[in-house]
């Protein structure tokens, strides 16, 4: 236990005192809020209903909190990539803690980093005019959504992280998953207006079930946006948790191999 | 003092047979049996790439081994590896050392990665850096740091749990002759004081030569030849004479042996060693003689014998240093 918090406190640290990276990994996501949220919503609203329901950013928004938390587990992916092709690995392999402490410190660093993300953009948003707010629970379970949403990417990006031996490689892994990631869901477009093989392909991405979660909660729904109707809380909890086991079991295998490799 | 005595007396390090094989094919260590007297330093002297690393990384637990078992401090590396790791510090051959960090902050982190409690690791560091010279420039980023500094920081690092057994793997590389001065008078320090162990990995024949009361010559992941470097040079005359040349090598040593004043002659590669009294005076006979023999010589020098030496009589290959 000592460990993990020693391992996880002197990550945090170093993000405190170098917040570029956070910044840096922000960009992209901030940009999407504004320029595609102001853009597109033009758009959107003069062909919806046109009666004051329809607020694009509205909708939009929980898409790039996804964005956002994806961003923070690449990045701490390459933290961790980093440490290990450094051999600071060993520091940790050398000391009398627990193999499993390296490794969940790492994750706590990468979950943290991603809630700061989220929460930002997230903010982001009803600053500049999303309709929504909830109850107290509501923003309790969007915590729960976009931490089990962090928790699966966080341990993807490890066990990548743990079997590349090139920078390189790593980023174009996650750099591959970007894009399906966000396309593929009802992030940017309601899932009702989707032909059938994509639907399909978006129940099975678990970014539509943090969107529709967050939708539900949070942003009344998007305002009804194009008739948009969210799925059922129960099973965006389910997915989101199925996946966050997904991720963890990933990279404990991923980590346990790297090691023994070492 | 007898306490003290059978302290020593005791084993910090022993390895019998330890073995890795990588991927089936690649024997990174083949076989090697080890010894180390608790308060003593010992020295694994080798060219790169002979297994030195890789032998360190299995006492340190980093590395199961193929085959072959250890023990260090008193426990099995397998079967209690958490006991080896509590007693042991380790610096390693990559500067491991964080660059956001202040040397302070890399030894306080170090100290709670193991659990030392907050007033002992403030003593600890003080004291540390102290040792080594580093309390004015303790709170500066490492990334500051000059290659001479960052390995002082090393060893403190490595000491702050107040360890029964030191690795040091490559303590000096890269540095220039005034730090590696510093480091070595730091290491001896360490043997002066106590019944900390040290065990080391070089490829600088100085280095051994200098700090290890026993070296140990690895070459190609084996073990060849061990002993203190009196010793491993003994019998190799007072003088060494090298003469390198194309011609009838073997038949040149031969006559050499009647010489009364050649105490032992060998061919190694392409050189003849000659080890002799005193160098600056046989060296014209030996010459001589050479020419006397065809020898077309490329070279000749006299020195006193090294580990180099040694090296080139077990191995039958040239120590080539960085």
């Keep these: 236990m000592n460990a993990l918090l020693t391992i996880w406190g002197k990550q945090l640290r170093k993000m405190v005192v170098h917040p570029e990276e956070i910044v840096g990994l922000l960009i992209q996501p901030v940009l999407w809020v504004l320029l595609f949220g102001f853009g597109m919503r033009g758009l959107m609203d003069a062909t919806s209903s046109g009666n004051g329901q329809g607020n694009y950013l509205t909708f939009m928004v929980p898409g790039i909190v996804a964005l956002a938390a994806l961003g923070g587990a690449i990045g701490g992916g390459n933290e961790w990539l980093t440490e290990r092709l450094r051999g600071f690995v060993k520091e940790y392999l050398v000391a009398p803690i627990p193999r499993f402490s390296i490794l969940a410190g790492n994750t706590l660093t990468i979950l943290t980093k991603t809630l700061i993300q989220a929460l930002v953009i997230l903010g982001l948003g009803f600053l500049i005019g999303a309709q929504g707010g909830g109850s107290p629970i509501g923003w309790l379970v969007t915590l729960v959504l976009i931490g089990g949403y962090a928790a699966g990417f966080a341990g993807i990006a490890l066990a990548t992280a743990s079997s590349t031996d090139s920078p390189g490689g790593y980023h174009m892994l996650i750099f591959i998953l970007n894009m399906p990631l966000l396309f593929a869901s009802n992030a940017l477009y309601p899932l009702a207006t989707l032909p059938t093989w994509m639907r399909i392909i978006a129940l099975m991405n678990p970014t539509t079930h943090l969107v529709s979660g967050m939708r539900g909660v949070l942003f009344e729904n998007g305002a009804a946006f194009a008739a948009e109707s969210t799925l059922p809380l129960w099973t965006s909890l389910l997915a989101v948790f199925a996946f966050a086991g997904f991720g963890l079991i990933l990279a404990a295998c991923a980590f346990s191999r790297s090691i023994r490799k070492v | ?322």
């Design chain 2, 1 to 322: 003092m007898t306490d003290r005595q059978t302290q020593k007396r005791q084993t910090a390090i022993e390895a019998v047979s330890l073995t890795k094989r990588y991927d089936k094919e690649v024997l990174a260590v083949e076989g090697l049996d080890l010894t180390i007297e608790q308060g003593t330093i010992y020295a694994f002297l080798g060219p790169n790439g002979a297994g030195k690393t890789t032998t360190i990384s299995m006492l340190t637990t980093i590395l199961r081994p193929t085959d072959g078992r250890a023990m260090v401090a008193g426990f099995d590396i397998e079967k209690e590896p958490d006991q080896v790791r509590k007693r042991i510090g380790v610096t390693f051959q990559e500067l491991v050392l964080d660059d956001a960090l202040s040397g302070r902050q890399v030894l306080e982190y170090h100290g709670r990665l193991y659990a030392l409690q907050l007033s002992k690791r403030r003593q600890r560091i003080s004291e540390l850096l102290d040792m080594v010279g580093l309390a004015d420039a303790a709170d500066r980023r490492t990334k500051t740091y000059s290659g001479g500094m960052k390995r002082r920081l090393e060893l403190a690092r490595g000491l702050m749990t107040d360890p029964e057994v030191l690795f040091l793997d490559e303590p000096t590389l890269g540095l220039d002759p005034q730090n590696r001065a510093a480091v070595w008078e730091h290491i001896r320090e360490l043997r002066e004081a106590g019944t900390l162990t040290l065990l080391l990995t070089t490829h600088y024949m100085d280095e051994a030569e200098s700090l290890a009361d026993r070296v140990g010559i690895i070459d190609r992941g084996k073990l060849v030849a061990e002993g203190s470097p009196q010793n491993l040079v003994r019998g190799m005359g007072a003088d060494v004479v090298r003469v390198r040349g194309e011609g009838d090598l073997e038949g040149f040593c031969r006559q050499l042996a009647s010489f009364e004043w050649v105490e032992t002659a060998s061919t190694e590669a392409d050189c003849v060693l000659i080890g002799v009294d005193q160098g600056s005076r046989r060296l014209a006979a030996i010459v001589e003689s050479a020419i006397a023999a065809a020898l077309s010589i490329a070279e000749v020098n006299v020195s006193t014998p090294n580990l180099g030496d040694a090296f080139l009589k077990v191995t039958g290959r040239e120590f080539r240093e960085e």
